[in-house]
T-cell receptor, first 113, second 111 residues
Framework: DTEVTQTPKHLVMGMTNKKSLKCEQH?????MYWYKQKAKKPPELMFV???????INESVPSRFSPECPNSSLLNLHLHALQPEDSALYLC????????????FGSGTRLTVV | DQQVKQNSPSLSVQEGRISILNCDYT??????FLWYKKYPAEGPTFLIS?????DKNEDGRFTVFLNKSAKHLSLHIVPSQPGDSAVYFC??????????FGTGTRLQVFP
């Protein structure tokens, strides 16, 4: 299995809703990531988990809450989002090999109304 | 502060010809450089990487060149195929798990 699976593919939520994005990989990768991508912009790093521990938080607002239940799963809990948070949310994983590249999922297209 | 830049937002190349995508960076401490290809509504796909201690890496139709003195790298695709049409991102890593992406170049390969 060489894939990163993200669910759901599309999500529409209101500003008062609570929802979660899910990400799963079975490649034995030790690091997992959340990126956010707005239209016509590059992916921007949000969080990094290394060996199931949060190692990087790029000053992301607390309305985004990451969770890594085990080495294969990564969640992003969403609460009280704003319309400007609408974007493509990408999950990725990587091995220890430098320069081996990340494996990205197809992303969750999030729309906040 | 954009540490990784792709100054050409788009590039159009005829099928069979060479595509050259360029990328500039500002931080001399980057240790690896990578190229990704992205189709709409999909995640980026890793293509090729190069260590900062090398100046060239080749994988099939894809070759990446690194010029450290100019802080410049380029991706050559030879021969270009219509299926190569996508957005290409260069990215750089900084001795950590953090990968910084460039702004992207949209490549169109026409028959």
């Amino acid at each position: 299995d060489t894939e990163v699976t993200q669910t759901p593919k599309h999500l529409v939520m209101g500003m008062t809703n609570k929802k979660s994005l899910k990400c799963e990989q079975h490649m034995g990768h030790r690091a997992m990531y959340w990126y956010k991508q707005k239209a016509k912009k590059p992916p921007e790093l949000m969080f990094v988990y290394s060996y199931e521990k949060l190692s990087i938080n790029e000053s992301v607002p607390s309305r985004f809450s990451p969770e890594c239940p085990n080495s294969s799963l990564l969640n992003l809990h969403l609460h009280a989002l704003q319309p400007e948070d609408s974007a493509l949310y990408l999950c990725a994983s990587s091995s220890n090999s430098p320069g081996s590249g990340y494996t990205f999922g197809s992303g969750t297209r999030l729309t906040v109304v | 502060d954009q540490q990784v830049k792709q100054n050409s937002p788009s590039l159009s190349v005829q099928e069979g010809r060479i595509s050259i995508l360029n990328c500039d960076y500002t931080n001399s401490m980057f240790d690896y450089f990578l190229w990704y290809k992205k189709y709409p509504a999909e995640g980026p796909t890793f293509l090729i990487s190069i260590s900062s201690i090398k100046d060239k890496n080749e994988d099939g139709r894809f070759t990446v060149f690194l010029n450290k003195s100019a802080k410049h790298l380029s991706l050559h695709i030879v021969p270009s195929q219509p299926g190569d049409s996508a957005v290409y991102f260069c990215a750089a890593s900084l001795h950590t798990d953090k990968l910084i992406f460039g702004t992207g170049t949209r490549l169109q390969v026409f028959p």
